[in-house]
C-alpha cells in the first residue's frame, strides 16, 4: 500500500491559526503519513498599521515561508484537514478561490473518497465543516480534548489513520 497523503491548508494572519496547522500536520506525522502544508494567500491590501508587531512580523514570515495549495495538491492528497481562524467565513476573500477549486474538483468527480478534517482555533466548527461536508468530503469528526493545539494533534492523527484504514480496505 503506497504511503497515505495529507494535505493541510490553513490561513492565518498572526501564526495562531499556524499553530493549530502544524499540530495537525505533526498528529499525521505521527500516523505514519506524508503531509503537505499550504496556507492560503492573502488577497488584498493588508493594514498593517492596525495589527501588532508580532502579527506583522508572522505575517511576513508566513508569506516567506509558505506556498499556496494547488489542484495538483488536492488530487494528490488522500485527505485535507482544513485549519481555519475562529472568524471563519467560507466568503471571505481568503477561501473562497480555494473552495471553488475544490467545489469544481467535487462536480468532476475527481475528489470521490476522499477524507476531509476540519479544525477551527475556537473549536466552533458549524461553519467549515458544513462547507467540507457539501464538498463531498468523508468527513472525520472532532476529538473531545478541550486544548485547541492538543485537539488539533488529535485530529490530525485520527485523520491520517481513518485515511489509512480506508485505503487499505479495512472498515472503521
Known amino acids: 500500500m503506497s504511503q497515505t497523503e495529507v ?16 499540530s495537525a500536520a505533526v498528529g499525521a506525522v505521527q500516523a505514519r503519513a506524508n503531509i503537505r502544508f499550504r496556507r492560503l494567500p492573502d488577497v488584498g491590501e493588508i493594514d498593517f498599521s492596525a495589527i501588532s ?3 506583522k ?7 516567506k515561508e509558505y506556498v499556496a495549495p494547488s489542484e495538483a495538491d488536492l488530487l494528490r492528497a488522500d485527505a485535507v484537514i482544513f485549519v481555519a481562524p475562529a472568524a471563519f467565513r467560507p466568503v471571505s476573500a481568503e477561501w473562497t ?14 475528489l470521490d473518497g476522499k477524507v476531509a478534517a476540519a479544525i477551527q482555533s475556537d473549536a466552533g466548527l458549524d461553519s467549515l465543516a458544513s462547507v467540507i461536508l457539501r464538498l463531498g468530503f468523508i468527513m472525520v469528526p472532532t476529538g473531545t480534548q478541550v486544548d485547541s493545539v492538543e ?22
Not at 7 to 22: P, Q, V, Y
Open 53 to 55: 508587531p508580532e502579527c
Open 57 to 63: 512580523k508572522a505575517l511576513e514570515r508566513m508569506r
Open 151 to 172: 485537539r488539533a494533534l488529535a485530529h490530525g492523527r485520527r485523520a491520517a489513520e481513518v485515511t489509512k484504514m480506508l485505503k487499505s480496505g479495512h472498515s472503521i
Open 97 to 110: 478561490e480555494h473552495l471553488d477549486l475544490i467545489q469544481d474538483l467535487h462536480s468532476m468527480g475527481k
Open 7 to 22: 494535505l493541510i491548508t490553513f490561513h492565518s494572519r498572526c501564526g495562531n491559526t499556524e499553530k493549530l496547522a502544524l
